[in-house]
């Protein structure tokens, strides 16, 4: 099993910024994909980014040019930068773990944009 416990929620005025953290413990398998995923509410899930263990990203073209991911593959921990937030980036955002093996998620995260 795999735990991922996320920070880094809350309420922030547009053009505000936030950082998410995901931090993963457990049975991690050294090749492995870590992404967010958001949802907002009578939306689907949707993909916002990814990185690899290598370091390969893929940022969504929605947030693309204001969202940034990044990992510290020491501490097994993926970030999610967040500029220039607009309302309709509000969604409950969730941490996602991928391998060859399993794909868990985070209980998520939830990011209000709001004046």
């Known amino acids: 099993q795999v735990q991922l416990v996320e920070s880094g929620g809350g309420l922030v005025q547009p053009g505000g910024s936030l950082r998410l953290s995901c931090a993963a413990s457990?049975?991690?398998?050294?090749?492995?994909?870590m992404g967010w995923y958001r949802q907002a509410p009578g939306k689907p899930r949707e993909l916002v980014a990814t990185?690899?263990?290598?370091?390969?990203?893929y940022i969504a073209a929605s947030v693309k040019g204001r969202f940034t991911i990044s990992r510290d593959a020491a501490k097994n921990t993926a970030y999610l930068q967040m500029n220039s937030l607009q309302p309709e980036d509000t969604a409950v955002y969730y941490c996602n773990y991928r391998s060859a093996v399993n794909e868990h998620w985070g209980q998520g995260t939830l990011v209000t944009v709001s004046s």
């Open positions: 990185i690899s263990i290598g370091g390969s990203t």
């Open positions: 457990g049975s991690i398998v050294s090749i492995n994909v």
